[in-house]
């Protein structure tokens, strides 16, 4: 197992800076993530995060929306933006002479953005557009729909990123500067750097770059869970039915994570698991199968995916498969090593190493090494599996969300 080189300060600002010297590489990925998501958003404000971080693009005090992308890909790096359920991220991958410049784009983007009117009316346009684009991706619209069934719909992780029209429509200059002023904070700032970076000269770049105040902490809480057990969005042209069974589960802080990551491998991921095997290989049912997890602060959730013309029957032999479900230590055993290889395979990508490593700061206040991680997988026992699988994994555990016109849908 290669040396452990990462590193992690608060500065004075209380922004907090990681990074991981990693000796072979030959270029840099720099993130800064700003915690705060769409599950932070008033109702009738529903993808002010995502506005937010869209509207940062369009230039800033000393750099025009043009400007900001050519200084990065000028130089033959790459820049982007993403906005989940519990953060919005600037992120930038450059070679290691271009760190300073990473740093000076990425935080003149976080500190003076000028979130002008009409520059502000043409990006709703564009998201707008976004918007409509998802909702014709039901692969896309169906998990979005299966967070409303797990969490219910009031639920703020229920909320849709992108937002919706009306809502998105309703956001005006003031709310973007309001929500930018009160959680675009110091506190809520992570950097996070991996490649061919020195610590001690990202935290000096950070600190004279990143002079934003301090604001309150983000404080989430989540209200008791409103299932919809069997919740059908009908969309007439599709030709498929597109299916998630979900269910809620743990924190991201959760040992017991590790647990439902093993039971999701044995069950849905890739070709030699039990679900691609029955109701592809065996039934020929579906063309893709798979299971998906997802952590957050206070809880998260697990779920199963396909799409398929012949829905009663797949939902019944899926019902089936999963009514009957008892893992072999054999299959927890080869689960382990292929969760282990998957995540070391994955750390091979500095972009992977950087997402990684703040994803841990923000949810646990430090980053497990390897080493760590790797037992965590490899000390998960029979019993906490089989506890696993009677109380997530049964039918009776898990909602129904089906995209595409239904009829006499039973679970």
Known sequence: MEMDNYKKSVLSSGVTVCSEFVPYASSVAIGIFVVVGSRDEKKEKEGISHFTEHAVFKGTKTRTEREISFAIESRGGYLNASTSREWTSLYAHVLPEDLELAVDVLGDMVENPLFLEEDLDAEREIILQEIKMVNDSPENLVFDYSFKSTFGEEHPLSRFILGREESVKSINRNDILE?????????RIF???????????????????????????????????????????????????????????????SNLRFGLLIAGTILGSGMSSLLFQRLRQELNYVYEVSTFSEFFTDTGIFGIYFSTDRLKETLNATKDLLGSLEFTEEEVNSAKNRLKGNILISLESIDNKMERNIKEEIYGGRRSSILELLNKIENVSMEEIKTIVDHYLRPENLVLTVLGEAKNVSW
């Open 191 to 253: 950097v996070s750097a991996a490649g061919k970076v020195s610590h001690e000269n990202l935290c000096s770049l950070i600190e004279k770059r990143i002079k934003r105040e301090r604001g309150n902490n983000i404080n989430r809480f989540s209200p008791l869970l409103e299932r919809v057990s069997i919740n059908i969005i009908p969309k007439r042209e599709l030709k498929h039915k597109y299916v998630v069974l979900s269910s809620s589960s743990f924190p991201y802080t």
């Open 179 to 187: 929500f930018w002023g009160e959680h675009w904070s110091s506190n």
